[in-house]
């Protein structure tokens, strides 16, 4: 009998299934959860009168995967099950015609059946208890499989070992390894499922076997990889870089081994390599997977990292070669026959540096420029850029660095810092030094067209900083601004993913320093808008906004104070000579009007206004067409816009026309400041806007850069007691 299950507290004892027996059609069955799998099992064949029960195990009727003890949670109410042979007895039977087969179409059936179910687990573990794995490498190695039946072997291989149920390097042998190689290093028409199973074969035990490594790495012919690549299978294409990525990251490090790091790296340098990527994989009518994509950018990172080893180095002025390459630069920039070639005179190792050449290079330790190039990163890849771009671009690298030394020091770009600063810049957006990703699928194509695809990308950015300066009309101190605006333009160029070089220069040409400026405006407002909404944020600004209201409520009482100077109204016209005066008494308890002079340069004491008017009498405040001296009147429209009146007891009007929209504001808003109503204009609101977004972004200012949560965290429950304690000291 098999074990009883315990069911938990509340869960369902019985699971409602139809389950189809050999030659038959499905029957309903009830799987009692309290009973062993294998006991309902027994219990459905006895009920169907089923032979040798334990012959038999579940499957899902779809999927062909056996259920087992530990997977039979995943069983629902209403699936659909088969009862099939049992895994162990399905492998005795497979096992059997793979040793002693009738027929050679028998042990082909075989093989085909055993590469179909070994992606059951529960198959798999079966078969490799009873010694299946030996039998198939043997079968490899020994070239007792061949054509159809040897890419069932290797697929049925493979899928076993997916599994994770054995050590790849418990299993391999040399001589599978070399078997496996052979099929590879094979560039004629190789059949598609055995060459795509045996690149896949070699790239896990590259990945799973560090021992297994250096004899995969001899057998491989890394050139005839290339001849793959141009083949029109996907799959072969993607196991092929996946392969060569795999070779690349698990070489030893080790100088003193024989360096499959260079073999990979020698080879990936080729152009033949890159044009056919780039034609073959990249620039095809078919649409890049994701794990295409996501091999193409381990590729990518993997090459960009072969520049990591000069990028963390220091230069070392001890060194002839690199002494050489800051006194050619020199020599380049200045030389009167710079358009000879550099190397005509060597200069000798211990020549002294030329400080004021130097200094026009725009380093920043020109008596010593070799102290520029101790900081890691960028370290002396940089030297290697700026001597590449002044080889490969003479003119365009002169007329720069004599343009820039014949500013004056204040408005020089410095070329040498500039040149620093941009690799530095350039090796932390392409991440150099990072491994990739588990799931990354970033890539750039353009890095693809180019032998030195790298050291253009440099030339153009180098460039992109002098025009992005003199858009900026930049001094020295902005240095770092500038910088920034270039590694905005080329992060947004490179998003855009551009087919090639040019095609990332014409973006460049695109975003210049407007468009980056009005790009972070956006950005900034975006953010301040989606901030906002959040509710902590919400629930702030209500928080604060009575205390904004009430700043400018006191501003508003305040203008009314230092008073208004108003035209007389007549029932013909505004008379322009004709004016007054009205304040508010510093106790907000009344207003004083008067007439005044025309000649009147300050505003008149409360004493020489001979009007007043309590405000506990007034009623109300009107505006525009309300306003009694404006209802029977035919007034401009602009006068109708100025006009308000404050009514008071019994039904009399003091009836205003503002010089302007700006004194009309104040005034409407003080009266009703004063009434204890709303300040409705559209100056108060404007200020209300200015003033509390101001606010905010003082009290978020610690902040900046940390998301903010829709809703507040939630408060921990009360504590059951407060019989706190303190430790004993």
């Not at 771009?389 to 820039?404: G, K, P, T, Y």
């Not at 020091?409 to 957006?429: A, N, Q, R, W, Y």
């Not at 992109?464 to 905005?488: H, P």
Request: contains cysteine.
């Amino acid at each position: 009998m098999g074990t009883i299950s315990r069911v938990p507290h509340g869960r369902r004892e019985v699971l409602k299934v139809a389950i189809e027996a050999p030659g038959a059609t499905p029957q309903l069955y009830e799987i009692n959860l309290k009973q062993s799998l294998q006991d309902n099992i027994r219990d459905f064949c006895e009920r169907w009168n089923v032979q040798n029960p334990t012959f038999y195990a579940l499957q899902h009727y779809d999927s062909k995967q056996y259920i087992t003890e530990r997977t039979r949670d995943e069983v629902k109410d209403g699936a659909v099950l088969k009862l099939a042979i049992a895994p162990w007895k399905e492998v005795e039977r497979l096992l059997k015609q793979l040793k002693r087969p009738d027929t050679p179409e028998e042990k082909i059936m075989a093989l085909k059946n055993l590469s179909v179910m070994s992606s059951d687990p529960t198959f798999a573990n079966e078969f490799v208890t009873k010694e299946g794995i030996p039998w198939l490498i043997g079968a490899v190695e020994k070239g007792s499989c061949q054509g159809e039946s040897l890419a069932y072997a290797l697929t049925a291989f493979l899928e076993i070992m997916d599994h994770g149920i054995l050590v790849w390097e418990d299993v391999l042998t040399s001589e599978f390894i070399k078997k496996i190689a052979n099929l590879v290093n094979k560039t004629g028409n190789a059949d598609a499922t055995i060459l795509q199973r045996s690149l896949g074969i070699l790239e896990c035990a590259v990945v799973n076997s560090q021992q297994m490594y250096q004899e995969i790495s001899d057998a491989i012919i890394v050139s005839n990889l290339i001849a793959h690549l141009q083949r029109s299978n996907i799959e072969i294409q993607q196991n092929t870089i996946a392969l060569i990525n795999g070779l690349f990251m698990k070489a030893p490090s080790d100088k003193s081994k024989i360096s499959g790091r260079r073999k990979i790296s020698d080879t990936m340098a080729q152009r033949q390599f890159r044009t056919v990527i780039l034609n073959h994989v990249i620039r095809t009518p078919k649409a890049i997977g994701a794990e295409m994509a996501h091999q193409l950018h381990v590729l990518q990172v993997l090459t960009f990292n072969m520049l990591e080893e000069r990028m963390m180095k220091r230069l070392d002025s001890n060194i002839q070669e690199e002494r050489e390459k800051l006194l050619e630069l020199r020599n380049i920039a200045f030389d009167s026959s710079g358009h000879t070639s550099p190397l005509s005179k060597r200069p000798q190792l211990n020549a002294p540096f030329n400080d004021r050449d130097f200094k026009k290079l725009g380093f920043d330790e020109y008596n010593n420029p070799v102290l520029d190039f101790q900081q890691t990163p960028p370290g002396v890849l940089a030297l290697d850029l700026m001597i590449y771009f002044a080889r490969n671009q003479q003119d365009v690298f002169v007329r720069l660095v004599l343009e820039n030394s014949s500013r004056d020091d204040k408005h020089e770009c410095p070329f040498g810092k500039s040149s620093i600063c941009i690799t530095k810049m350039l090796c932390d957006v392409l991440k150099i030094g990072e491994q990739p990703t588990e799931t990354g699928q970033d890539y750039y194509p353009m890095f693809f067209t180019h032998d030195h695809a790298f050291e253009e990308f440099f030339c153009t950015c180098i460039l992109l900083l002098n025009k992005t300066w003199k858009e900026m009309s930049a001094i020295k101190d902005d240095f770092d601004k500038v910088l920034s605006v270039v590694r905005d333009q080329v992060v947004s160029a490179l998003n855009s993913k551009p087919a090639s070089l040019d095609s990332f220069k014409q973006k460049l040409q695109n975003l210049n320093y407007s468009e980056i400026l009005k790009k972070r405006q956006q950005e900034q407002a975006d953010k301040e808008q989606f901030d906002a909404q959040a509710q902590p944020v919400v629930d702030l600004q209500k928080e604060i906004q009575p205390e904004i209201v009430e700043i400018i409520k006191q501003q508003r009482l305040n203008y009314l104070k230092d008073g208004t100077v108003f035209h007389k109204i007549s029932n013909k016209r505004l008379r322009d000579k004709s004016r007054w005066f009205c304040r508010l008494s510093p106790n907000h308890k009344f207003l004083h009007y008067g007439d005044v002079d025309d000649s009147m340069t300050s505003s008149p004491a409360i004493e020489l206004l001979p009007e007043k008017l309590a405000i506990a009498d007034v009623k109300d405040i009107v505006t525009g067409k309300h306003c009694p001296h404006i209802k029977n009147a035919r007034a401009h429209k602009s006068t109708t816009d100025l006009a308000f009146s404050i009514l008071y007891d019994p039904d009399e009007a003091l009836n205003f026309i503002a010089p302007d929209q700006k004194n009309w504001c104040m005034w409407t808003d003080g009266i009703n400041a004063l009434l204890s109503k709303p300040m409705v204009s559209q100056r108060a609101k404007s200020d209300l806007d200015i003033l509390l977004t101001m606010e905010m972004k003082l009290r978020l200012l610690d902040l900046e850069n940390i998301p903010i949560p829709e809703h507040p965290p939630t408060m921990p429950s009360l504590p059951s007691n407060y019989n706190f304690a303190l430790p004993a000291v």
